[in-house]
Nanobody, 121 residues
Protein backbone atom coordinates (compact mmCIF):
# COMPACT_ATOMS: atom_id res chain seq x y z
CA UNK A 1 0.00 0.00 0.00
CA UNK A 2 1.45 3.33 -1.04
CA UNK A 3 1.73 6.19 1.40
CA UNK A 4 2.45 9.91 1.17
CA UNK A 5 3.85 12.06 3.97
CA UNK A 6 4.08 15.83 3.67
CA UNK A 7 6.52 18.18 5.41
CA UNK A 8 7.29 21.85 5.47
CA UNK A 9 4.16 23.78 6.30
CA UNK A 10 4.12 26.62 8.77
CA UNK A 11 3.59 30.31 9.40
CA UNK A 12 5.25 32.81 7.07
CA UNK A 13 4.92 36.53 6.50
CA UNK A 14 3.53 37.92 3.24
CA UNK A 15 6.25 37.98 0.63
CA UNK A 16 8.07 35.10 2.27
CA UNK A 17 8.88 31.61 1.04
CA UNK A 18 8.26 28.03 2.07
CA UNK A 19 9.14 24.69 0.57
CA UNK A 20 6.81 21.75 0.97
CA UNK A 21 8.00 18.17 0.57
CA UNK A 22 6.00 15.02 -0.03
CA UNK A 23 7.73 11.68 0.41
CA UNK A 24 6.22 8.58 -1.16
CA UNK A 25 6.69 4.98 -0.11
CA UNK A 26 5.39 1.62 -1.24
CA UNK A 27 5.28 2.61 -4.90
CA UNK A 28 7.40 2.86 -8.04
CA UNK A 29 7.62 6.61 -7.75
CA UNK A 30 9.13 7.47 -11.13
CA UNK A 31 6.06 6.08 -12.93
CA UNK A 32 3.62 8.35 -11.13
CA UNK A 33 2.22 11.77 -11.87
CA UNK A 34 2.26 13.97 -8.76
CA UNK A 35 0.41 17.11 -7.78
CA UNK A 36 -0.19 19.60 -5.00
CA UNK A 37 -3.65 20.77 -4.06
CA UNK A 38 -4.89 23.14 -1.40
CA UNK A 39 -8.05 23.79 0.52
CA UNK A 40 -8.82 27.02 2.31
CA UNK A 41 -11.54 27.22 4.97
CA UNK A 42 -14.97 27.23 3.40
CA UNK A 43 -13.62 26.58 -0.08
CA UNK A 44 -13.27 23.59 -2.34
CA UNK A 45 -9.97 21.83 -2.76
CA UNK A 46 -8.14 23.14 -5.81
CA UNK A 47 -5.22 22.04 -7.93
CA UNK A 48 -2.10 24.14 -7.38
CA UNK A 49 0.51 22.40 -9.51
CA UNK A 50 1.08 19.08 -11.22
CA UNK A 51 4.18 17.32 -12.54
CA UNK A 52 4.08 14.29 -14.76
CA UNK A 53 6.31 11.25 -14.56
CA UNK A 54 8.45 12.69 -17.34
CA UNK A 55 8.80 16.03 -15.55
CA UNK A 56 6.30 18.25 -17.36
CA UNK A 57 4.74 20.79 -15.00
CA UNK A 58 1.69 22.99 -15.04
CA UNK A 59 0.26 25.48 -12.56
CA UNK A 60 -2.90 27.19 -11.49
CA UNK A 61 -3.08 30.75 -12.77
CA UNK A 62 -3.08 32.05 -9.21
CA UNK A 63 0.40 30.65 -8.47
CA UNK A 64 2.05 30.79 -11.91
CA UNK A 65 5.43 32.48 -11.62
CA UNK A 66 5.51 32.22 -7.82
CA UNK A 67 5.39 28.48 -7.15
CA UNK A 68 7.58 25.74 -8.59
CA UNK A 69 6.86 22.03 -8.47
CA UNK A 70 9.74 19.59 -8.83
CA UNK A 71 10.54 15.98 -8.15
CA UNK A 72 13.54 13.91 -7.09
CA UNK A 73 12.97 10.35 -8.23
CA UNK A 74 16.05 9.16 -6.36
CA UNK A 75 14.38 10.28 -3.12
CA UNK A 76 10.79 9.42 -4.09
CA UNK A 77 9.89 12.99 -3.23
CA UNK A 78 7.99 15.84 -4.82
CA UNK A 79 8.48 19.45 -3.76
CA UNK A 80 6.55 22.69 -3.94
CA UNK A 81 8.68 25.80 -3.68
CA UNK A 82 6.43 28.73 -2.79
CA UNK A 83 7.77 32.27 -3.17
CA UNK A 84 6.16 35.69 -2.82
CA UNK A 85 3.48 34.21 -0.61
CA UNK A 86 0.22 36.05 -0.15
CA UNK A 87 -2.48 35.88 2.51
CA UNK A 88 -4.73 34.17 -0.01
CA UNK A 89 -2.27 31.28 -0.24
CA UNK A 90 -3.28 30.29 3.30
CA UNK A 91 -4.68 26.77 3.16
CA UNK A 92 -4.05 23.15 3.96
CA UNK A 93 -1.82 21.79 1.23
CA UNK A 94 -2.19 18.19 0.08
CA UNK A 95 0.04 16.01 -2.02
CA UNK A 96 -1.63 13.63 -4.49
CA UNK A 97 -0.17 10.70 -6.37
CA UNK A 98 -1.59 9.03 -9.49
CA UNK A 99 -0.32 5.47 -9.69
CA UNK A 100 -0.98 3.73 -13.02
CA UNK A 101 -2.27 0.19 -12.81
CA UNK A 102 -3.39 -2.33 -15.42
CA UNK A 103 -5.74 -1.28 -18.20
CA UNK A 104 -8.55 -2.98 -16.33
CA UNK A 105 -7.92 -1.09 -13.09
CA UNK A 106 -6.79 2.24 -14.49
CA UNK A 107 -5.23 4.65 -11.99
CA UNK A 108 -5.09 4.58 -8.20
CA UNK A 109 -5.08 7.89 -6.37
CA UNK A 110 -3.38 8.55 -3.05
CA UNK A 111 -3.49 11.63 -0.84
CA UNK A 112 -1.21 12.83 1.88
CA UNK A 113 -2.49 13.96 5.26
CA UNK A 114 -2.10 17.64 4.48
CA UNK A 115 0.11 20.37 5.90
CA UNK A 116 -1.05 23.82 7.02
CA UNK A 117 0.40 26.90 5.38
CA UNK A 118 -0.50 30.21 6.97
CA UNK A 119 0.56 33.51 5.44
CA UNK A 120 0.11 36.32 7.90
CA UNK A 121 1.94 39.26 9.41
Amino acid sequence: QAELVEFGGGLVQPGGSLRLSCAASGTIFNRNDMSWHRQAPGKQRELVARITADGSANYADSVEGRFTISRDNAKDTVYLQMNSLKAEDTAVYYCKMEEPQSIQIGVLYYWGQGTQVTVSS
